[in-house]
C-alpha cells in the first residue's frame, strides 16, 4: 500500500508530465477539486487541497482522459497501479 506523501504526489505529476500534459495548483472555485483545460492539455487543481486529495484526483484525471499509459514503462504503471490501490480502488485504468 502506498502512502499519502509529497514524494509519490511528485511521482504522479512526473508521470503525468511524461505523458504529456502540464499540472497547476492554483486558487479557484472548482466544483470537483479541478478543472481541465483539453486543447492545452492542462490540469488545473484547488491548490487548497492536501496531499490525499491531490493524488485521488489526478489519478481520477488519469482515467478520465485518453493519456497514452501504453509509453510508461513497467515501473512507472506499477508505481501507478499500487496508488490506485491505496487511494483509488474502483478507477479501472487499462493495465498494459
Given at each position: 500500500m502506498s502512502r499519502a506523501t509529497r514524494h509519490n504526489l511528485k511521482k504522479l505529476e512526473q508521470l503525468i508530465r511524461?505523458?504529456?500534459y502540464k499540472v497547476l495548483y492554483?486558487?479557484?472555485?472548482?466544483?470537483?477539486?479541478?478543472?481541465m483545460v483539453e486543447q492545452s492539455n492542462v490540469i488545473v487543481v484547488?491548490?487548497?487541497?492536501?496531499?490525499?486529495a491531490?493524488?485521488?484526483l489526478l489519478l481520477d484525471i488519469v482515467e478520465q482522459t485518453n493519456?497514452?499509459?501504453?509509453?510508461?514503462?513497467?515501473?512507472?504503471?506499477?508505481?501507478i497501479r499500487k496508488?490506485?490501490?491505496s487511494f483509488a480502488p474502483n478507477l479501472h485504468v487499462e493495465d498494459s
Open positions: 511524461t505523458l504529456g492554483e486558487k479557484g472555485n472548482f466544483k470537483s477539486g479541478y478543472c484547488n491548490r487548497f487541497l492536501g496531499v490525499e491531490r493524488i485521488g493519456m497514452p499509459l501504453e509509453t510508461l514503462n513497467d515501473e512507472e504503471l506499477r508505481f496508488l490506485r490501490q
